[in-house]
């Protein structure tokens, strides 16, 4: 079956700028996360959406936002991109949420975006 | 706040050599991944703990869970070139889907 997928896979803009990353779970999936990865900060949880709702939200600021559609696709959006925003970001997707599902959670290839 | 420690963060080791990686965490858990990065990759789950004591084998790695103690290992046996990546263990909190990782082990299997 169909993995992860996360769209666009580069991407390189300009400081003061927005952008929006895509990214389509593996079917029949519900639970979609956000990460970011930079080589100083690791891999940092951004937020969780589960059957269109947040519910968890990492320590990132305000101009981090996201939103799930009711077929599980989710968006990320960064507004007003600052340098230290270059880093890949990671979508996870999961059957359910919460540890009584038990379930592996899958990583798509992940957006490069380079902020200059 | 939950934190994940892993030991060492950079390990090089000799073709059929075994070693053992070692992830700390902090509040209590009941779930543990285990994922491998290649550079420039994404994350390619290698295991899933879900209870104490649990132990889990594929090919040349075995990973372990001890939830009292707050400790997975992740054993390699017999290393090979192959076997080079970055390896993050994680760990789940109770509520949601959210993974908080270590820091990343580096491994480099030399010849």
């Known amino acids: 079956k169909a993995g992860v997928t996360q769209t666009p896979r580069y991407l390189i803009k300009t400081r003061g700028q927005q952008v929006t990353l895509s990214c389509s779970p593996i079917s029949g999936h519900r639970s979609v996360s956000w990460y970011q990865q930079t080589p100083g900060q690791g891999l940092q949880f951004l937020f969780e959406?589960?059957?269109?709702?947040?519910?968890n939200k990492g320590n990132f600021p305000g101009r981090f936002s996201g939103r799930q559609f009711s077929n599980s696709r989710s968006e990320m959006n960064v507004s007003t991109l600052e340098l230290g925003d270059s880093a890949l970001y990671l979508c996870?997707?999961?059957?359910?949420?919460?540890?009584?599902?038990?379930?592996?959670?899958?990583f798509g290839e992940g957006s490069w975006l380079t902020v200059v | 706040e939950l934190k994940v420690e892993q030991n060492p963060l950079f390990l090089s080791m000799q073709e059929g050599k075994n070693y053992t990686i070692y992830c700390n965490y902090s509040t209590t858990s009941d779930r543990l991944y285990w994922y491998r990065q290649d550079p420039g990759k994404s994350l390619e789950s290698l295991f899933v703990l879900l209870s104490n004591g649990a132990v889990k084998q594929e090919g040349r790695l075995m990973a372990s869970l001890d939830t009292k103690a707050r400790l997975s290992t992740l054993h390699i046996t017999a290393a090979v070139h192959d076997l080079s990546a970055t390896y993050f263990c994680a760990v789940l909190k109770t509520s949601g889907s959210r993974l908080t990782f270590g820091e990343g082990t580096q491994l480099t299997v030399n010849p």
């Open positions: 959406y589960f059957s269109e709702t947040q519910r």
């Open positions: 996870a997707s999961s059957l359910a949420s919460g540890t009584s599902s038990g379930n592996t959670i899958y």
